[in-house]
């Protein structure tokens, strides 16, 4: 086998492969003598089919299968001898079969060779937080809201209270789509439900029948509702206040945490710590990942960029019918998701240059402290440990991680690092972003 290279563009590669001897004819007919048993022809038993009547029938099959053979075979080794990766799948350019010798010539594109990894001049804001008191305490009344009860009230509805009511909406006597509703809960002045129609229900009582009538608001979400006069005929069932449970024993035996009050102040301090640590780690990562395709330009082949847009596509797909969603009339266009693919391609080629160049390994402590960290959460710590630990998928996974974060630290080790004050809140609201 002869392999020649060309270059046809600054990442586009021709490759032509000569097979000597490759007695396609003899292949072919040797196929053909194969299949001959199986072949079923009217006017003939099985395996007594004439050779020239198959060949006639089966030829060009036969003929295809045994060059795409040829090619995919003798590609796979041309790659090989010569140490070449290709960035995505080769397209055959050309094939010349006359003789006993074949000819191919396939093109494709390769990665770019980055050379080195500037980082001169790069300035990192760097965020730090930490937990107070006031973020527990915080932390602590959320818990009660969550756990909130609702005691009935015999008089008339005021702000805060909890109502709950029945309704059916109409335009124009027409009952609409979505303004239905049965024992829904509103607390108002919460936004449950649009103010115009939450302001109404104030000064209402239980077993009440009462009309709302209100306007939609111009940007409202239902396009077919914007701006639309509606009437809603409504029926209280209650009224109620809102009972927030005591911060004791009890209600920390209700969040799952024996000790009392303290052990419960401790116990959501460790967990919004580790929250904290894991939104601060990637929201610094971002930045140094955001600095490394910045400050260093890659020119990319089109087809690791394209597949890794479908990629996105898919991804973003997936997260809209999780949040049940039906993608199907949504007009989805791999192009709108390319910025994003290239972004990552090019970080994943720099990320690969400084694993290369200075021998990055998964250091075994901080790879145990990742999966130690993941377990804390969990009931049973040392079984999550183990299964991370004898599952060589999720291990390898958790190393990749360490690596990156590896990375991480080299390219702040060598840039400039301001760090920037925030509060817990602040991180946490942005990662929602």
């Not at 099985?46 to 995919?72: C, N, T, W």
């Not at 580790?274 to 140094?288: C, D, F, T, Y």
């Not at 974060?405 to 602040?426: A, G, H």
């Amino acid at each position: 086998m002869q392999v020649t290279v060309e270059n046809v563009s600054e990442l586009g590669r021709r490759m032509t492969v000569t097979v000597e001897d490759a007695n396609i004819e003899q292949a072919v007919q040797e196929r053909l003598k194969a299949i001959r048993p199986t072949v079923k022809m009217a006017g003939f038993r099985p395996g007594k089919v004439p050779l020239k009547m198959i060949e006639s029938s089966h030829g060009p099959i036969a003929r295809r299968d045994v060059i795409d053979h040829l090619v995919q075979t003798n590609m796979q080794q041309a790659f090989i001898q010569e140490s070449i990766n290709p960035a995505g799948p080769p397209h055959i350019d050309s094939m010349d079969d006359e003789g006993t010798s074949f000819k191919f010539s396939l093109v494709y594109d390769v990665f770019p060779e980055v050379q080195e990894i500037k980082l001169d001049n790069v300035e990192i804001e760097k965020v730090v937080a930490q937990v107070t008191d006031e973020d527990v305490d915080a932390m602590l009344e959320t818990l009660r809201q969550q756990r909130v009860s609702w005691e009935p009230l015999k008089r008339a509805a005021k702000e805060e209270d909890g109502v709950t009511i029945d309704f059916v909406g109409s335009i124009d006597g027409e009952e609409f789509q979505g303004g239905k509703g049965t024992d829904t809960l509103v607390v108002l002045g919460s936004g449950t439900m649009l103010p115009e129609f939450e302001n109404q229900l104030i000064g209402t009582k239980a077993g009440q029948q009462t009309t709302i009538t209100m306007t939609f608001p111009d940007d409202y979400r239902a396009e077919h509702l914007r701006g639309k006069e509606a009437s809603f005929a409504v029926t209280v069932k209650s009224v109620a206040k809102k009972k927030l449970p005591k911060l004791d024993k009890e209600f920390a035996e209700l969040c799952g945490v024996e000790g009392g009050i303290a052990a419960l102040k401790q116990e959501v301090k460790a967990n919004m710590m580790r929250e904290l640590a894991s939104n601060l780690k990637a929201k610094n990562k971002r930045k140094v990942m955001d600095s490394l395709t910045a400050n260093n330009e890659v020119s990319l082949p089109e087809s690791p960029v394209l597949r890794e847009a479908e990629y996105l596509m898919e991804q973003a797909k997936n997260n809209l019918r999780n949040q049940g969603v039906n993608v199907e009339g949504i007009p989805f266009n791999a192009d709108n998701f390319k910025d994003s693919a290239k972004q990552r391609v090019a970080l994943s080629l720099l990320i690969g240059k400084i694993i290369s160049d200075n021998e990055i390994k998964p250091d075994e402590n901080r790879v145990r402290e990742v999966i130690d960290g993941i377990a804390a959460s969990y009931e049973d710590p040392e079984d999550v440990v183990k299964y991370y630990m004898n599952d060589q998928q999720k291990l390898s996974e958790i190393q990749m991680m360490v690596v990156e974060d590896m990375v991480v630290d080299w390219v702040l080790d060598r840039v400039k690092v301001e760090e920037k004050s925030s509060t817990f809140s602040e991180v946490m609201n942005s990662a929602l972003a």
